[in-house]
């Protein structure tokens, strides 16, 4: 089976001064469709750096790194947005809504830069809220939701365009632990319905929910498998 995200030899390298500091470094990887993958690191780890070049946020020094099965990692700033709008969804910690659209406004928004139809635009949408039991809440604004909500928010606008990946960014990290689990129990409600989800995360407790651990640290992957032996060769 083809993966649908296949990082091979992959280097991110920033230069510091008179140093190198190597962000990833020798990274390969490969994801396959349907998966539950939590990508775990502490703060400076590569973890943030390799979410960036799996969302097509960012290119590798070096390596290739296939999407799809499309060699994305020497695209242009406009070829990867294309590839993003089409192939990506992303839920961040912080929920990254505009104070001044409403619920429906917001999820539209992922849509208009796809260059879908106002009326299309407006099905899907409401489509993405209704999954996430919001459909009574289009008109509302952020400030008038609480904070689980607003994170049901982004995750419609990750959902509005079908993508084929959900890249999770920390997604419980500003929610409180009774939301976090319901914004967890969703993501993998979401994976059992077929959607690739990669979490990003520090948190073991949170990592622990999907069914593949990836470690990394000092750039390197130092572990990846079950998620029920990830923290027992530690």
Same mark, same amino acid.
């Given at each position: 089976?083809?993966?649908? &995200?296949? @990082?091979?030899?992959?280097? !991110? &390298? ?8 190597? $962000? ?5 990887? *490969? =994801?396959?469709?349907?998966? #539950? ?7 400076? %780890? ?10 097509? @946020? ?5 390596? *290739? ?13 406009? !070829? ?5 709008? !089409?192939?990506? +969804? #992303? &839920?961040?910690q912080q929920y990254n809504l505009i104070a001044k659209l409403n619920v429906l406004e917001n999820v539209e928004l992922s849509l208009l830069?796809?260059? =879908? %139809? ?7 949408? *409401? ?13 509302? #604004? ?9 994170? /049901?928010?982004?995750?419609? /606008? $990750?959902?509005? +365009? ?10 419980? +990290? $500003? ?5 976090? /689990?319901?914004?967890?129990? #969703? @993501?993998k409600k979401l994976n059992e319905e077929g959607n690739t989800i990669v979490l990003i995360t520090h948190d073991q407790s949170i990592a622990?929910? $999907?069914?593949?651990i990836v470690r990394i640290m000092d750039g390197k992957i130092t572990y990846d498998g079950d998620a029920e032996c990830a923290f027992e060769? /530690?």
């Open positions: 089976m083809t993966p649908i &995200i296949d @990082l091979r030899n992959i280097y !991110k &390298i920033y230069q510091m001064g008179d140093s190198e500091v190597h $962000a990833a470094d020798d990274v390969s990887l *490969k =994801i396959y469709k349907g998966e #539950f993958v939590a990508i775990v690191g502490q703060s400076g %780890s590569g973890k943030s750096t390799l979410m960036n070049i799996i969302g097509c @946020l960012d290119v590798p020094t070096s390596g *290739k790194y296939y999407l799809n099965g499309e060699d994305v990692s020497e695209l242009d700033d406009d !070829k990867q947005a294309a590839i993003r709008n !089409k192939t990506l +969804g #992303f &839920i961040f830069y796809a260059g =879908i %139809s106002k009326a299309k635009r407006n099905e899907m949408a *409401k489509s993405a809220l209704e999954r996430v039991g919001l459909s009574d809440k289009l008109k509302n #604004f952020p400030n008038q939701l609480s904070g689980g909500q607003q994170q /049901r928010v982004s995750i419609a /606008r $990750a959902l509005a +365009g079908n993508p084929s990946i959900i890249l999770a960014d920390e997604p419980t +990290g $500003a929610l409180d632990s009774k939301t976090s /689990r319901e914004v967890l129990d #969703f @993501l622990r929910e $999907a069914k593949r060769t /530690r």
